[in-house]
Each structure stands twice: as C-alpha cells, then as structure tokens.
C-alpha cells in the first residue's frame, strides 16, 4: 500500500482514505510486533517530536512521548503552556514557526477550534492534531478503529453505539467519519437533547448512506450495540457549571446494563472517566478500554509519527 501520509500535517479525518487508514493499521502491526520483540527501533533515530499542550492532556500527551521514544526519536514536551512565551502573549503563528526550528514534527493540542490549522499554516513541518476544541481528535480516532478492527475483524455489518456528549465530544466526530469511510453503515447516538451530535455530521454520514438512529435512552438501545463507546460530558465545554452537573452524569454503564448487551459486544473510551463507567465494568471481558484501546494508542501513534516522517 502507498503512504500518503509522508511530509504532511494530520489534521482532519476529513483528508484520510479508507486506504490510508488500512495502511496505517498495518503500520501499527508491524511496529506492535517489533516493540513485543525489542522494545523499541530506530526507525526515526535523530528525529525529534515537540508535543505542545495548551490544555490537560495525560494519555495522548504521553502516548506521543512514548511512541517517538520507541521509534528512537527524541521530544520537546511542553504539557501546559503557563510557563512558556504563550504566556507573555506570543502568538500561535509565533510558536508554530519557533517550534518548527527546534522539532521535525509537532504534536499540537489546543482549546479552540480551528487552532491546529492555523498553527500548522504557519509551521514548516508536519503537525498532528492531537485535539482542537471540540472539533475533532484524529489520532484517537485511528486508535479505536483499529481496536475495533482487531476485535470483530470487519468494519461491516455491525452497529456502533456513540453514547454521552455528542456535541462537544471531538473524539465521536472524527470516529463516527472514520469508521464510515471503513464500511460501517449503522450508529446510534445517544445524547441528552441538549448535547446531541452536531447536525452537520448527522447530515454528512446520511450521505454516505449510513443509518442513523438518535435516541435519549441506552437502556432501549443497549442490545442493538456491537460497539458502546462511552464519553464523557465535557465539563471545559460548558459556561454553565450548573448545566453541566445536570447532564455529567446522564448515562451511567453498569452490570444491569451490561445484561442487556450482546455477548458479542464491547465497550470502549477514549478516557479519562469521570462516573459514566462503573469500576465494576472493568473485569468484564467486554470492556477492552484499559486492556486493548489504550495499548494499541502506542502502536497507531508510532505508525502514523512514523508514516509521516519516513517515506
């Protein structure tokens, strides 16, 4: 297969073929393999990622950092920009074009929608959008495909089950795109009123001939589920505390629940978790966000760092 992701940014699900994605799940192998067997290679020994948070990030932030140390590559990692010249008023074209100097490719997080484009306008290397707002979160979205991927081994004939906040949740706008480029023709989104997927890509999935069934109560709509990916409310989303404390905990996963799923099911998230998933749903052999999603994060983040940076 051809790498069409060479010396380019990463910024939308929106540019990425079904082809590119089947090539950066077998990327993703091949590194899986050779990290099982040497711990790391040094595929990209030299090369340097600079990984710059403007909001929390713990997991992405660190998968990154630990996906170019094992390819043999070094980083800059700035988690939280508090002490550094954004702080005096630097502008983000600024910091794109000073980090460009220092790294070979950028990691970028960022509060605002639209950010990570305009920085990586201004940047003179790649730049990986590892979350821009409430927009999108393509790296995310490559991770979970694949595990889905790996678990029923075709992205065709099952029904993906996006359930919390749809609205601000950027991780099910780039997964929802992606998977539909991969085959799947079916989802059901379930949402308070108040937080339901943004219209714009109920309407764009509806034009790739996907089924969408919007509903506010998973307990109906459980047993229908190959996949039930659960959310968070995002809680930096809202000007209202006292909105968000009304809808945090809208849909809560738990044994009762679970009763009601298919046997063939699982359950993922992209994390952190904050009460829609019972600790008590972690033993279930169903629940593969700790044992298999946040592993393969590694080995999808080392493909595509490394698609990008080798030809």
């Known amino acids: 297969m051809k790498n069409n992701f060479y010396n380019k940014s990463l910024i939308s699900i929106k540019s990425v073929s079904k082809e590119d994605s089947l090539y950066i799940f ?5 590194l899986k ?36 140390q094992r390819l043999g590559g070094g980083f800059i990692p700035l988690n939280g920009m508090e002490h550094t010249s954004v702080a005096k008023g ?15 490719i950028i990691v970028l997080r960022h509060p605002v929608v639209g950010s990570v484009s305009e920085f990586a306008k201004s940047a003179t290397v790649p730049v990986i959008n590892a979350g821009d707002g409430s927009r999108e979160h393509p790296t995310q979205a490559f991770l979970d495909s694949y595990t889905i991927g790996k678990h029923f081994k075709s992205f065709e004939n099952i029904t993906v089950g996006l359930v919390g906040d749809l609205l ?40 790739l001939n996907c089924e969408i069934t919007e509903s506010e109560s998973l307990d109906s709509s459980i047993g229908n589920m190959d996949i039930i990916y659960m959310t968070r409310v995002q809680k930096e989303r809202f000007s209202d505390i006292l909105v968000y404390e009304k809808y945090k905990l809208a849909y ?3 044994k009762s629940l679970m ?5 063939s099911s699982i359950v993922l998230h992209p994390l952190p978790r904050v009460g829609e998933i019972l600790e008590e749903i ?3 052999p169903r629940a593969l966000y700790f044992r298999e999603e946040m592993r393969n994060g590694l080995y999808v983040r080392m493909a595509i760092i490394k698609s990008i940076l080798m030809q």
């Open 26 to 30: 077998e990327m993703a192998d091949k």
């Open 33 to 68: 393999n050779e990290v099982i067997k040497k711990g790391k290679t040094n595929d990209l020994e030299g090369k340097i990622l600079a990984a710059l948070c403007y909001e929390p990030s713990s997991r992405t932030f660190s998968s990154f950092i630990t996906a170019i």
């Open 90 to 104: 630097e502008t983000i074209s600024d910091t794109a074009k000073v980090f460009s100097s220092y790294a070979d």
């Open 168 to 207: 601000y949740g950027r991780t099910v706008h780039s997964l929802s795109l992606l998977l539909s480029k991969l085959g799947v023709k079916k989802f059901i989104f379930i949402s308070p009123d108040l937080l339901k997927m943004p219209p714009e890509i109920v309407s764009g999935l509806k034009m």
């Open 252 to 254: 809560i996963l738990n």
């Open 259 to 263: 009763q009601k799923a298919k046997s």
């Open 282 to 284: 972690d033993s279930d």
